[in-house]
């Protein structure tokens, strides 16, 4: 009786990273990951995550469908607030972004759910709003950045 071996395709090369990094129940999880993880467990709070940010506005909000005026929490949508959308409940909590690339942080209140399910297969995370994308050095015409966040009240 034969055995089929599976072969493997040689247009299938393995992934090089640039970034060290580690796997742990099959998550790959950076340095900066790793670092925010230990930071959240020591200050008490129990979120840190890594992936892209992209950013959101009042004509967005309206191509999806909402009004663009009020946010899920009720307050009236606001381009140049520090504030950001996130994909669970706990409204007012703030969190510390970090961008890697440009070593900069800025401190974002959550009032807002979003990024949606196809965004958030592409590697989405959090949505910010225009002020708060500028301050981490992101380029409105780029649309994403590098990001890692962490819950801080």
């Known amino acids: 009786m034969e055995t089929l071996v599976k072969k493997r395709s040689p247009l299938r090369k ?3 990273h640039p970034v060290p990094h580690w796997r742990y129940y099959g998550m790959r999880l950076s ?4 670092f925010l993880m230990v930071l959240s467990l020591l200050s008490g709070t129990a979120y840190a995550e890594t992936g892209i940010a ?4 009042e004509k967005s909000c309206q191509a999806e469908g909402n009004s663009g005026k009020l946010t899920a929490s009720g307050e009236v949508f606001n ?8 994909p669970h409940l706990g409204f007012g909590k703030e969190y510390m972004v970090y961008n890697p690339d440009t070593d900069k942080t800025v401190v974002v209140r959550h ?3 979003g990024p949606g399910r196809g965004p958030r297969r592409k590697g989405v995370v959090i949505d ?7 301050s981490l ?8 950045i590098n990001v890692s966040y962490m819950e801080i009240k």
């Not at 340095?31 to 790793?34: A, C, E, F, G, Q």
């Not at 050095?137 to 780029?142: A, S």
Request: proline share 5%.
């Open 79 to 86: 381009e140049k607030a520090m504030t950001c959308a996130l």
């Open 128 to 134: 910010l709003t225009p002020a708060a994308f500028k």
């Open 137 to 144: 050095g992101g380029e409105l015409k780029n649309g994403k």
């Open 31 to 34: 340095i900066v990951t790793i």
């Open 54 to 57: 992209t950013f959101y506005t």
């Open 14 to 16: 393995p992934i090089s």
């Open 111 to 113: 009032n807002d759910f």
